[in-house]
Structure formats: C-alpha cells, structure tokens
T-cell receptor, first 114, second 113 residues
Framework: EDQVTQSPEALRLQEGESSSLNCSYT??????LFWYRQDPGKGPEFLFT???AGEEKEKERLKATLTKKESFLHITAPKPEDSATYLC???????????????FGKGTRLSVIA | NAGVTQTPKFQVLKTGQSMTLQCAQD?????MYWYRQDPGMGLRLIYY???????DKGEVPNGYNVSRLNKREFSLRLESAAPSQTSVYFC????????????FGSGTRLTVV
C-alpha cells in the first residue's frame, strides 16, 4: 500500500528563521512527488513536481528536494505570508500503469510569526 | 477565471437526507477526482474518473455515488447522509500524463446533523 508521512504536524517559526518540512513515502514505483500549499478555507494549490532522486526545484523562498525515500521542502527566511498547510502527495505506478490518483500525506501546518 | 468550480460552498443536511455535490472544470482535462478532508486525516480519495465514461472507487467510497456527466462535469451524491460524512469535499481535475498536477476547486463544507 502506498503511504505518505509528513513531519512535523505543525511548525512555528519566527520570520527569517529557515527550516525544512519532511515527506517520507513508500510507493510501488514513483511516477511523481508533488508539493501543494493550502490556505485556510481554500483548495490546495500546486507548488512542485519531482520525478527522480536528486532532483531539486525552487520557487521564491521554497526549495523542494527528492531522495529515494523522502522529500524535503526547505523554507529560507520565511515571511508571515508563507503561513499555510503544506501537503505532500505521490503518484504511483510504472510507465504503463495509467493515471493512478495521488495519495496525500496529512500535511504540515506552518505558522510564521513576525 | 479558468479552473474547477464546486457548488454549493456550504451545506447543512439532516441525517438521512440526500444531496448532490456538483463539480465542473473548463480546462479540458480528462481526469476528475473527489476527495474529502477531515482534521488529522488529510485528503482521502472517494471516487475518481480517469476519463469520460469511466469511474473507479478510491480509499473511502462507502456511502457515496458518482456520475461523470460529460467531460466537464463530475458529481458526487450522498444518498442517505450520516454524521460521519461531515467533512470538506474537494473536487480536482488533471490531464492523463505522468506527473501532471491536479487543479482543485475551493471545496464544499458539509455538515450532517
């Protein structure tokens, strides 16, 4: 069974205090690992897709990395507007497995205090 | 704005009542999904439709039915609502390609009393 575990459940940072969120996964053939941001009362918003170990992607203060067992979302010098819940998800299956749905972790709730 | 539209945004039902949650996308995506989100449980897949004319069960399908009305629309029906179905429901759509991200609607907050 495909599983995604995110840690910590909640993280409180001072503005400018860099940190990382963890996403550990077990999946039968990784087609893609996804990071989403979710603000209160809204749907998740896409951030990154990572496909293979060693891959990195950046967007403003966020940088996502991937290994064979986990992904990290690094937040550099966060600002209060980075406060949100960050969701990790995996898509399983090999090249011929079709469009298997994403399996999500429970998320990390990030609060950045000014 | 292009995207996924869900209606209604809020709904209160009495136990045993039925209702249909509507979802429509205007991005010409082939695949559509229904998830529910509960505190401490994350997003769990209820049903999905990989393409028009097909539907499949997800992790938590009991108590729900779906209809892929056409390529744009995917509805979720609760035939006899139960308090355990109190949740926030999200519809999403995507293309059928490796690593294609989902586009989510803004959600329907359902309370069953």
């Amino acid at each position: 069974e495909d599983q995604v575990t995110q840690s910590p459940e909640a993280l409180r940072l001072q503005e400018g205090e860099s940190s990382s969120l963890n996403c550990s996964y077990t999946v039968s053939g990784l087609r893609g690992l996804f990071w989403y941001r979710q603000d209160p009362g809204k749907g998740p918003e896409f951030l990154f897709t990572l496909y293979s170990a060693g891959e990195e992607k950046e967007k403003e203060r966020l940088k996502a990395t991937l290994t064979k067992k986990e992904s990290f979302l690094h937040i550099t010098a966060p600002k209060p507007e980075d406060s949100a819940t960050y969701l990790c998800a995996v898509q399983a299956g090999g090249l011929d497995s079709g469009n298997t749905p994403l399996v999500f972790g429970k998320g990390t709730r990030l609060s950045v205090i000014a | 704005n292009a995207g996924v539209t869900q209606t209604p945004k809020f709904q209160v039902l009495k136990t045993g009542q039925s209702m249909t949650l509507q979802c429509a996308q205007d991005m010409n995506h082939n695949s559509m999904y229904w998830y529910r989100q509960d505190p401490g449980m994350g997003l769990r897949l209820i049903y999905y439709s990989a393409s028009e004319g097909t539907t499949d069960k997800g992790e938590v399908p009991n108590g729900y039915n779906v209809s892929r009305l056409n390529k744009r629309e995917f509805s979720l029906r609760l035939e006899s609502a139960a308090p355990s179905q109190t949740s926030v429901y999200f519809c999403a759509s995507s293309e059928v390609l490796k690593g294609t991200s989902y586009t989510f609607g803004s959600g329907t907050r359902l309370t069953v009393v």
